[in-house]
């Protein structure tokens, strides 16, 4: 009598491990969104630290930070803010080769001046690229929410698990 020897696998292991495949490629993407998010967070804040660093070099030459027109920030932030437009000029080339205009999630950085330019603040509006009405002010947990900095020091950022 001969034994027929099988070879290869049956459906049940084949469905199994494209099963596991799933799961697996299925928790590979959510961190992989997560890690995209994050760098554009980082990159909005690299970016916003140089744009601080710049204007403090200016304002160390002409004693005043680069001007800005109106467009408001919420309550707690009383400095009127635009996008960096007005002060790109005065910034580039001297202080920035080239002076970043959007934010990781390709929104405009706002920026403004208090009117006799003594204070300044940068936003990126975060991921929804809509600024939000009110300031948490400390660590945010939360891609949407603004990234503020107010002369050279971040107001509100990203800190922790982000959702």
Same mark, same amino acid.
């Given at each position: 009598?001969?034994?027929?020897?099988?070879?290869?696998?049956?459906?049940?292991?084949?469905?199994?491990?494209?099963?596991?495949?799933?799961? =697996?490629?299925?928790?590979?993407?959510?961190?992989?969104?997560?890690?995209?998010?994050?760098?554009?967070?980082?990159?909005?804040? %690299?970016?916003?630290?140089?744009?601080?660093?710049?204007?403090?070099?200016?304002?160390?030459?002409?004693?005043?930070? #680069?001007?800005?027109?109106?467009?408001?920030?919420?309550?707690?932030?009383?400095?009127?803010?635009?996008?960096?437009?007005?002060?790109?000029?005065?910034? $580039?080339?001297?202080?920035?080769?080239?002076?970043?205009?959007?934010?990781?999630?390709?929104?405009?950085?706002?920026?403004?001046?208090? *009117? %006799?330019?003594?204070?300044?603040?940068?936003? %990126?509006?975060?991921?929804?690229?809509? #600024?939000?009405?009110?300031?948490?002010?400390? *660590?945010?947990?939360?891609?949407?929410?603004? =990234?503020?900095?107010?002369?050279? $020091?971040?107001? $509100?950022?990203?800190?922790?698990?982000?959702?």
């Amino acid at each position: 009598m001969r034994h027929r020897r099988c070879t290869g696998f049956t459906l049940i292991e084949l469905l199994v491990v494209v099963a596991i495949l799933g799961i =697996i490629v299925a928790i590979a993407v959510i961190n992989f969104l997560n890690a995209i998010e994050r760098a554009r967070q980082r990159r909005s804040m %690299s970016d916003m630290r140089s744009l601080a660093t710049a204007a403090e070099a200016y304002a160390a030459d002409l004693d005043r930070y #680069p001007p800005a027109s109106a467009f408001v920030l919420p309550p707690g932030l009383d400095l009127p803010t635009v996008n960096l437009l007005d002060a790109r000029s005065y910034l $580039q080339p001297t202080y920035m080769k080239a002076v970043p205009m959007v934010d990781g999630w390709n929104s405009w950085f706002l920026y403004g001046t208090t *009117p %006799s330019r003594t204070e300044y603040a940068l936003r %990126s509006a975060g991921r929804g690229g809509v #600024p939000q009405t009110t300031v948490a002010f400390g *660590p945010t947990t939360d891609f949407a929410d603004d =990234i503020i900095l107010v002369n050279g $020091q971040f107001v $509100q950022w990203p800190e922790g698990v982000q959702r």
